[in-house]
Nanobody
Framework: QVQLVESGGGLVQAGGSLRLSCAAS????????MGWYRQAPGKQRELVAV???????NYADSVKGRFTISRDNAKNTVYLQMNSLKPEDTSVYYC????????????????WGQGTQVTVSS
């Protein structure tokens, strides 16, 4: 069984910073891309940032220059450093990873974390 556990959300004032973490655990064979998505009330879930196993990154235009995604492959963990936060960044943030488990190493599945709330006050 594979699971993703997020941490680091909270309440912050506009202009502040937060760092989200997401650790994958369980019977993991390999992890490909890992990423962060967010979903605000009444809106669709959207990609925030993604990082490949090799370290290549991609960001939504709305967070470029403010957010940085990184990963520690030895810890099976992905991070999202969020700086210069704006009220419009308020959302539930979800971790996502493409993982092959030890019980099924030929197949890649997409796993999601439970979500962590980020609230930015003006």
């Amino acid at each position: 069984q594979v699971q993703l556990v997020e941490s680091g959300g909270g309440l912050v004032q506009a202009g502040g910073s937060l760092r989200l973490s997401c650790a994958a655990s369980g019977s993991i064979f390999s992890i490909n891309a890992m990423g962060w998505y967010r979903q605000a009330p009444g809106k669709q879930r959207e990609l925030v940032a993604v990082i490949t196993s090799g370290g290549s990154t991609n960001y939504a235009d709305s967070v470029k220059g403010r957010f940085t995604i990184s990963r520690d492959n030895a810890k099976n963990t992905v991070y999202l450093q969020m700086n210069s936060l704006k009220p419009e960044d308020t959302s539930v943030y979800y971790c996502n990873a493409r993982i092959k488990s030890r019980s099924s190493p030929l197949f890649e599945y997409v796993y999601w974390g439970q979500g962590t709330q980020v609230t930015v006050s003006s």
